[in-house]
């Protein structure tokens, strides 16, 4: 089995399609999320998953832009997770993709010690960018409490209750704050996936490459994931590959340094097999 993580925006959902039209079981269609006006190419992702990870980070006071500092699974999520994984017995290959996976990877690992992660990365200012663009973050009061509460993982330079006050009703205000918030978002999903995975047990794939070579990258991951596809079923996957999916560039973004260390070591990382990506 495998499972599919990284943050929001970076190119899970692509990569999710395309392992599904290889071969790899995502679970009943009625069981998949419907495409929106933020992904109008499906996300891929099955709700029963979605929902529990919802949930497991809810009972742990946080959500997937406020990320909780410790997961405190009840016993009842646990019992609905191993009926969730019952019903993929004797239906390899299959996986799961929610970007919540980074946060939430404790759990699983539990549950499914001997996983694979594929581990989706995208350059921290063009996920920011997209995040900006869409809809998924909420623009309610509480989501600007979420992030700037004391105990919250996102380090702000700022974290005082008027900036949130002002972040609500400023539409200036609230797009630089989901900017920076996306940035930090950025640094603790991919470094609770660092965490919690080992070299042997991931495998880093950019969003870069997906589109500049998707044929060697996909080959890359199938064999990653043990999947034999034939060359013309590669070939089919491959096109719903094309340059419209990237409406955003951060070629030139500068990063603080933190953020620019960790994003190099991921893209090297990546390049380690693959030699279509640029720092």
């Known amino acids: 089995m495998i499972c599919i993580a990284g943050m929001p925006r970076s190119g899970t959902s692509l990569v999710t399609q395309l392992l599904h039209r290889c071969g790899l079981d995502l679970g009943p269609p009625d069981q998949l999320m419907p495409p929106s006006i933020n992904n109008t190419d499906g996300f891929w992702e099955n709700l029963r998953f979605v929902r529990l990870n919802e949930s497991l980070l809810a009972a742990s006071g946080g959500t997937w832009f406020a990320p909780p500092r410790t997961l ?17 017995e004797g239906r390899e290959p299959w996986g799961w993709k929610d970007p919540r996976n980074a946060v939430t990877l404790p759990f699983w690992k539990s549950l499914l010690p001997s996983m694979k ?10 996920t920011a960018a997209s995040l900006l663009a869409s809809t998924l973050i909420p623009h309610s009061l509480s989501f600007y409490w979420s992030v700037t509460r004391p105990g919250s993982e996102i380090r702000l330079r700022e974290r005082r209750v008027w900036r949130a006050m002002r972040a609500s009703l400023s539409g200036r205000a609230r797009r630089a704050l989901i900017h920076e918030v996306s940035l930090d978002l950025w640094r603790v999903y991919n470094t609770k996936i660092l965490a919690e995975t080992s070299a042997a047990d991931r495998l880093v794939t950019h969003y870069e490459a997906m589109l500049i070579n998707p044929r060697a990258e996909l080959e890359r991951i199938l064999a990653f994931a043990g999947m034999n596809v034939s060359g013309d079923a590669l070939d089919e996957a491959l096109r719903v590959v ?4 990237r409406h955003q560039r951060a070629d030139t973004a500068a990063l603080d340094p933190e953020l620019a260390g960790l994003y190099e070591q991921l893209s090297r990382e990546a390049r380690s097999t693959s030699s279509n990506i640029s720092a």
């Open 72 to 88: 405190r699974p009840r016993p009842a999520m646990t019992t609905e997770a191993k009926s969730i994984l019952a019903q993929f």
């Open 117 to 126: 992660v594929l581990f989706c990365v995208r350059h921290p200012a063009e």
């Open 242 to 245: 094309t340059p419209r999916l």
